[in-house]
């Protein structure tokens, strides 16, 4: 089939649209001209009207679809370009705006003119409808010939605006609009023919200005300009700028202000994040925190820089704690150990609340604070573990005259010594030094309040379980049993007055297994003493006949009369120390062998007791040679010339240094939790890599203690001993589990 050739038709009566056009382009010049009047649009939509509806050959929708398009780049090239082109900077942008509005007034009325063409034609030839044409027209015809010089004019104004200038920002919206529409609903040619260069020229401009500032200023007014640009792009973006250029600006402005010269900026000694913690600059701590945020992975240097000032900081308070330790020297509030754990946790709630307030919870800085905390909280301090020492600062608190802390703020205290514990690696340590000191104060009647006590352990078992705490608040409870079992017995003497020892006696009995161990010596008993066991005895007996009694005299304690030459005075000793004295009431003179005989009392304990008595604040007995320490050789005789200025005194036996005996015992607890760990792991996995059973051991214990690699390698050992576990003849690195 030949294709037919384009016939050329004369347009009857085209000068009447062409008179129309020529109207409209006089109304968009400013000429004076009467509007369209109804009669004259009808006039020439029916003319449009009636050359598109005539039959084939003499329809002329083809020739008036082209008549359009030539009459606008007609328009466009006679009238607009010229008023363009004699124009530069902001001038050539108010005409572009200018003639972009009218052109568009122009495609419009052309449009409605042109409307049946564009309803039925344009439509079923699936042809650009009319007012995309106009677009079309304007972007080849002024858009592209224009481009280069409307996107440096729309740079220069915007980098004046950045110097402080106020700008036309309507103008530049009405710009960008056309960039905008164009495009036609894509953003193609705002984004390669403005925003890559825009872009461009931000990374030069805050690459100068930050160079500048660096040098220049301090840290804070460094970040309150950058913060201040930050906004100002902000508001730029929201004024005139499309709303997809935000991220990409910020990024451009966060790299130069922010990235290049992050590391110098947060590092200045004199002004950086540290000398901002140092000095508490907690505006500008905030401010350093809401820029670095923003910025990816920014806040991974300022979380470090935290752990090191705060490591710091604790590392300096060990070390001041130790040389006040060293030198014996007393400070004001308690001694070095303890104040050392009152200022850590000042510490920790100095920068808790940093983390929570002016760095928004931030997990980076809650890891940050946890790993300095945990580097300095496992330091010892003169021989003493932090585990020790956080037991001790609770026995502090929680024994009578230990504190001057009211009861309104007990509970704030013990929860902060708890959150403290989160911090310790050897939190089993802690568990049997705090089991030791409460035994005492439940045994010695030393706490200041139950209440308190039954609270710290709630608030243990929240932080490290139930199996933590489960022996501690045995103890509580086991005491309170042992009151009713005093009451019983002072009732059973009260019916049966024969069988009084004619001493006021107080027997707490207490479970075994609940409490720490102690040693159970056969103390030979004075006769007043005996007479008290055989009575309680004969008491429990009627009680229960499965269970055995245990005296356990070195937690006991007596008030004996001391008859002296000047006065008598009451002595508050231990069981020990009474048991001593009263062997006096048989001899004036006893040496150190005739003591030991009688008591039947190991050296180490004896010694203890001696001292107390004789070489102490109150001498009691007199001892010859008269020296500062007991030896074996001394011979000890009551001192009837004692007096003191009380009426009743304690004498204090002292301290035994039970700080390895439980270094022992956790030591022990240890192997079996460990050996524990391993078979429970073995039976789930059945075979496992050596690797792989050490790091699940590990990860396993670590909520108590942090195991040693070797320890866990000697208990597999043990383990493949005692046949709970071979290794695999072919991989000395496997193992498999003996069921």
């Not at 006096?584 to 050296?603: C, G, H, M, P, V």
Request: proline share 3%; with cysteine; aromatic share 10%.
């Amino acid at each position: 089939m030949k294709k037919n050739k384009k016939r050329t038709i004369q347009l009857e009566g085209w000068e009447l649209m062409q008179r129309g056009i020529l109207k409209l382009k006089n109304i968009l010049a400013g000429k004076e001209e009467s509007p369209f009047k109804p009669e004259e649009f009808i006039m020439m939509y029916t003319y449009i009207y009636n050359m598109c509806t005539k039959k084939p050959p003499h329809n002329n929708c083809q020739q008036l679809y082209d008549k359009y398009k030539e009459e606008l780049d007609e328009y466009i090239m006679l009238t607009v370009l010229p008023s363009l082109r004699d124009k530069h900077d902001e001038f050539m942008l108010r005409e572009l705006v200018n003639r972009w509005e009218k052109h568009k007034v122009m495609v419009r009325w052309l449009s409605r003119f042109f409307g049946y063409l564009d309803r039925y034609f344009v439509s079923w030839w699936s042809l650009p409808a009319l007012n995309v044409v106009g677009l079309i027209c304007f972007r080849n015809l002024v858009y592209q010939e224009l481009k280069v010089k409307v996107t440096d004019a729309v740079i220069a104004l915007i980098d004046q605006e950045r110097e402080g200038s106020q700008i036309d920002r309507v103008l530049l919206k009405k710009v960008l609009d056309i960039f905008v529409v164009i495009g036609m609903g894509q953003m193609d040619y705002y984004e390669d023919d403005f925003e890559e260069y825009m872009l461009g020229d931000t990374t030069s401009f805050y690459s100068i200005k930050a160079s500048n500032w660096i040098v220049e200023d301090s840290c804070p007014v460094y970040m309150l300009k950058a913060e201040e640009c930050l906004r100002k792009e902000k508001d730029r973006v929201s004024h005139y700028l499309r709303s997809s250029s935000e991220a990409k600006l910020l990024d451009k402005v966060q790299h130069e202000l922010l990235i290049t010269y992050g590391n110098q900026l947060l590092e200045n000694e004199h002004s950086g994040f540290r000398a901002l913690l140092r000095d508490d600059k907690v505006d500008d701590l905030s401010r350093m925190y809401r820029l670095f945020n923003k910025v990816p992975k920014g806040l991974d240097l300022v979380a470090n820089l935290f752990k090191q000032h705060v490591t710091d900081e604790g590392r300096v308070l060990v070390q001041q704690a130790e040389d006040a330790a060293n030198k014996r020297a007393e400070t004001v509030g308690g001694s070095p150990e303890q104040v050392l754990v009152m200022k850590v946790i000042e510490l920790h709630d100095k920068y808790m609340a940093y983390v929570n307030d002016y760095f928004s919870s931030n997990t980076l800085f809650h890891k940050a604070l946890r790993v300095a905390f945990e580097v300095f909280c496992n330091k010892s301090v003169a021989g003493s573990s932090s585990a020790e020492l956080l037991a001790s600062y609770c026995d502090n608190i929680l024994k009578k005259g230990g504190n001057d802390v009211i009861d309104e703020d007990i509970e704030e205290i013990l929860d902060k010594v708890v959150k403290l514990l989160a911090y310790i690696n050897d939190k089993d340590l802690f568990a049997e030094f705090y089991r030791k000191k409460l035994s005492r104060r439940l045994v010695f009647n030393k706490s200041a309040n139950i209440d308190h006590e039954r609270l710290i352990l709630t608030k243990l078992k929240q932080q490290c379980g139930g199996q933590f705490t489960s022996n501690m608040e045995g103890m509580v409870t086991d005491l309170t049993l042992a009151k009713e079992i005093q009451f019983q017995f002072q009732r059973y003497l009260n019916n049966n007055p024969a069988a009084s020892p004619g001493i006021d006696l107080t027997v707490t009995v207490l479970t075994t297994g609940f409490w720490p161990s102690y040693k159970s010596f056969n103390l030979s008993l004075p006769a007043e003493m005996v007479k008290c066991v055989e009575v309680f005895k004969e008491f429990y007996q009627t009680k229960t006949e499965h269970r055995k009694l245990t005296w356990i005299y070195s937690l006991g304690m007596c008030s004996i009369t001391g008859k002296f030459e000047p006065k008598t005075i009451e002595l508050i000793v231990g069981t020990y120390q009474a048991a001593a004295l009263l062997l006096f009431n048989a001899s004036d003179r006893l040496s150190y062998s005739e003591i030991k005989t009688q008591l039947n009392l190991a050296d180490d304990d004896l010694v203890r007791v001696l001292q107390s008595l004789s070489c102490g604040k109150y001498k009691i007995l007199s001892k010859e040679p008269n020296t500062r320490t007991v030896s074996h050789q001394d011979i000890f005789e009551f001192n009837s010339k004692f007096t003191d200025r009380m009426w009743r005194i304690w004498i204090p036996l002292p301290p035994a240094d039970e700080r390895k005996k439980v270094v022992e015992d956790v030591v022990k607890d240890r192997r079996y939790a460990i050996d524990a760990s391993i078979v429970r792991i073995m039976k789930s996995g059945k075979v496992l890599g050596h690797q792989q059973l050490v790091q699940e051991c590990v990860q396993q214990m670590s909520h108590m203690f942090k195991p040693d690699v070797k320890a866990i390698k000697a208990r597999i050992e043990d383990l493949i001993t005692r046949e709970y576990l071979d290794r695999d003849r072919d991989n000395p690195q496997l193992y498999k589990y003996l069921a």
